[in-house]
């Protein structure tokens, strides 16, 4: 369905016949769509009512840009936004990866309106590159090491022209296979690669305007775009432990992630010590497991769950033990 708020018209998922129950909205990563969430939606036990967005610029939604230097209020305003205008009563939320740090912002925006919160694999709570240290310190006060910038050339011109093929490691199927989903063979992969290239691409959205850094290895966050949004220096929580009321967070990771991990191979620190990314002084990479955790050990109220064999996509990779763990949480909040 199509919901119109004062900000842009979003584009929802929804499960024939589940108009009824405890709400679950759920929140898909970048690259990505709602499509990502079908099967996860479908399996909900009786007594939920599943709802799935699609992003500002990715799916169906309205292409409206990316104000960066808010963070990711951009998006975490027009989720609180639908879940005024459903007229929602205390949503369970369930963030992945881009999606972990926009419930996060969301949660900490509007405490009130959640009941509870999964995180799958998210991103961590001070952004995703340029920082060192579980406290989440600037490598440099610019943020170089983040941003736009660190995005593939390759990927992105591939994504934008719709590419279905297997012919590069860049190309969207097979980042899907190598990143996403740890090289596991899942059912109707060309469904989750059209979903992947429903993302706009442009300076507005993916990967988002670059800026240049003095400071190795050379870019900055520039000022619009989702990875823009997504830099140290314009997304960071550390006060989620401060807000008056706290719903239970279950936070779902697998193992063998490549995207969000303490050396993540999107990580430019991490690829700089591998030598992939030349002339690295030696910055650590961003351990971003370990900053989520101890964001998380001062919020209280969590439970880590880590699912062995698994990367990026523990409800693709392991959904019967994802929808386990998902009902479970649901249930006990």
């Known amino acids: 369905m199509k919901v119109t708020t004062p900000r842009l018209t979003q584009h929802v998922l ?13 929140v898909h990563g970048n690259v990505s769509s709602a499509a990502f969430w079908r099967d996860a939606m479908a399996a909900l036990p009786e007594g939920y009512r599943p709802l799935a967005v699609d992003l500002r610029g990715f799916g169906d939604t309205d292409p409206a840009p990316v104000d960066a230097t808010r963070g990711l209020r951009d998006y975490s305003d027009d989720l609180i936004e639908l879940v005024d205008a459903l007229g929602l009563d205390r949503v369970h939320l369930v963030g992945w990866s881009l999606g972990g740090g926009i419930v996060l912002q969301a949660l900490r925006d509007r405490p009130a309106a959640v009941r509870s919160v999964t995180l799958v694999n998210p991103i961590s709570p001070y952004g995703f590159g340029g920082t060192e240290g579980p406290e989440g310190r600037l490598t440099h006060p610019d943020g170089a090491g983040s ?37 596991r063979p899942v059912p109707d992969e060309d469904f989750y690669v059209r979903a992947m290239l429903t993302t706009r691409v442009g300076e507005a959205h993916y990967p988002g305007d670059g800026a240049t850094a003095d400071a190795w290895p050379g870019v900055a966050p520039g000022k619009t775009g989702v990875l823009n949004a997504i830099a140290p220096t314009h997304f960071r929580l550390d006060d989620l432990h401060e807000i008056d009321h706290r719903p239970p967070i279950l936070w779902i990771r697998g193992a063998d992630d490549v995207i969000v991990s303490d050396a993540s191979l999107f990580d430019l620190a991490h690829l700089g010590a591998l030598g992939v990314v030349p002339g690295s002084p030696g910055t650590p990479a961003q351990p971003m497991v370990s900053q989520t955790r101890a964001v998380l050990e001062r919020y209280g109220r969590y439970r880590e769950a880590v699912l062995d064999d698994c990367g990026h996509s523990p409800h693709l990779e392991h959904p019967r033990e994802f929808q386990r763990l998902l009902a479970e949480h649901l249930k006990e909040a």
């Open 14 to 26: 929804t499960v024939e016949g589940r108009t009824t129950g405890e709400p679950v909205l759920f």
């Open 147 to 183: 941003g736009a910038g660190a995005a593939n050339p390759d990927f992105v011109t591939r994504l934008q022209s719709g590419d279905m093929s297997e012919e590069s490691p860049t190309s969207p199927r097979n980042v899907f296979r190598s990143a996403y989903v740890n090289n």
